[in-house]
């Protein structure tokens, strides 16, 4: 049972573009949602979250936004930069966390 | 402050040995988790702990085992490691229960 979701594997973007990555979620009870981050041989690394009662949230280049009733969240990075290249999960929490299955995120010079 | 760590980084088994995976925080987290990730997966919750001598069962929890004795330590224990064991296991620590920190995980091999 997949009660989030990540239908692009991937992801590839021009440096100082927008990026757009985007999560589905099914489980209404779902009350907070984040993104990590992750290089390979590395552990998951929080970027930003958002919790049910807001519909968006930002952090510097970031900014994730959520729409409740398409449940539905995603995640922008303007600009993005060359070091953001990396798998980007998301999850969501009720009451435990359950994530996608990551997009990867190219980012190219 | 190292946050979250875990050993060994690589392991290879052999069906029917045991071994116990360390994970360590030194970041005085209550909220522990351990979870693994299969290739082309999502993350999934094995095993969580709310705090020392608390621990339950996540989403995929057979086969193994756990322990919180130290608000630090959560230990992961494979018995009987099994070919469908192999994956990348990922340890966890949070403050909120919400936002977790994640250790750099265990590459498990189970031949």
């Known amino acids: 049972d997949q009660q989030v979701k990540q239908n692009s594997p991937s992801l590839s973007v021009q440096e100082g573009r927008i990026s757009i990555l985007n999560c589905d979620y099914t489980?209404?009870?779902?009350?907070?949602f984040l993104w990590y981050k992750k290089y390979p041989a590395e552990g998951p690394t929080f970027l930003i979250s958002?919790?049910?009662?807001?519909d968006k949230n930002e952090d510097g280049r970031f900014t994730v936004f959520l729409n409740k009733s398409a449940k539905h969240l995603s995640l922008h990075i303007v600009p993005s930069q060359p070091g953001d290249s990396a798998v980007y999960f998301c999850?969501?929490?009720?009451?435990?966390?359950?994530f996608g299955a990551g997009t990867r995120l190219t980012v190219k010079p | 402050n190292a946050g979250v760590t875990q050993t060994p980084k690589f392991r290879i088994l052999k069906i029917g040995q045991s071994m116990t995976l360390q994970c360590t925080q030194d970041?005085?987290?209550?909220?522990m988790y351990w979870y693994r990730q299969d290739p082309g997966m999502g993350l999934k919750l094995i095993y969580y702990?709310?705090?020392?001598?608390?621990?339950d069962k996540g989403e995929v929890p057979n086969g193994y085992n756990v322990s919180r004795s130290t608000t630090e330590d959560f230990p992961l224990r494979l018995e009987l490691a099994a070919p469908s064991q192999t994956s990348v296991y990922f340890c966890?620590?949070?403050?909120?229960?919400?936002?977790?920190?994640f250790g750099p995980g265990t590459r498990l091999t189970v031949l």
């Open positions: 966890a620590s949070s403050y909120d229960g919400q936002t977790q920190y």
């Open positions: 489980n209404s009870m779902f009350d907070y």
């Open positions: 958002i919790s049910s009662i807001k």
């Open positions: 999850a969501a929490s009720f009451p435990h966390m359950r």
């Open positions: 970041m005085n987290h209550n909220y």
């Open positions: 702990s709310v705090g020392a001598g608390i621990t």
